[in-house]
């Protein structure tokens, strides 16, 4: 359970400081104050503390006799967790700090995701298909972030009611475009999972995955009603402005159960 809770927990904040920085690279006439001092302590900080759990759980369900040090520092599932956490850590100091320009926290929180390609099954496998389904991997989590991690500050940059329309269709024009890589790597990402099953995968792997599969084509029929649906009527209408407001909440738990689900299949042996 504890390794079930920290990968989500580490997942879930690392997609959202990633989108949350790349919100502002896209949304430029949006302009918000800084987050308050509290927030932007607590969730890297909380985000350090989950990739270690994470670290520590691995390392403890490691098959053979191996010390910590070695695990952190040899294995590709170590290497991945100590530089996240490294990573969180500078990103609670720099909390105390002035705040750094939009593009700087991306990079940063970029490598955030980077760092978790490594960890899981994509690393299961050395070598240059090794690297390859580590690219991969990275790529699909990157689109994940600038995707689901930008709805939370897309709902707060609606609150100010800076241009609702404008923002909507970049969001939406962004989403669409994310939408597409990760279908994309999401397929290169199911045959490599395949080909490591040696075989077909098993019924578990695929009943999750097509708990996934479906979570993702609900995310999808959600972000397409706002692009197409509501977004045209949300300056006419009060009435398509409140069923926004519902939408876009409903688009915000869908994309945290998909991140459980992910969190979860992580975990699975493909085989079983």
Known sequence: MAL???RFGMLALAVGLFGAACFPL????????PAPM????SVPAVAAVAGLVWLL????????????ADFAFTTPSGLGLSAAAAICLLLTALAFAPQPPAKVRALITGALLVSLAFVGHASAVGGIAGATRVAVMALHLLFAGVWLGGLFPLIAALRTGAEPERTLRAFGRMALASVG??????????????????GPPGKTY??????KLGLVLVLGLVASLN????????QRS??????????????QLLAFALLAVVAQLGLIDPAL
Do not use: D, F, N, Q
């Not at 759980?57 to 910590?68: C, D, K």
């Not at 695929?206 to 708990?211: A, K």
């Not at 692009?227 to 949300?234: D, M």
């Open 4 to 6: 079930l809770i920290s």
């Open 26 to 33: 896209y949304v430029r006439w949006v302009k918000r104050p």
């Open 38 to 41: 509290a927030i932007r302590v």
């Open 57 to 68: 759980a691995l390392w403890a369900a490691a098959p053979r006799a191996i010390s910590l």
């Open 181 to 198: 890589v990760l279908a994309t790597t999401g397929l290169v990402i199911a045959a490599a999972v395949v080909s490591l099953a040696g």
């Open 206 to 211: 695929l009943t999750v995955v097509g708990v």
């Open 227 to 234: 692009r197409w649906g509501l977004t045209p009527l949300v």
């Open 238 to 251: 009060s009435g398509a402005k409140k069923a926004l407001w519902w939408s876009l909440a409903s688009e």
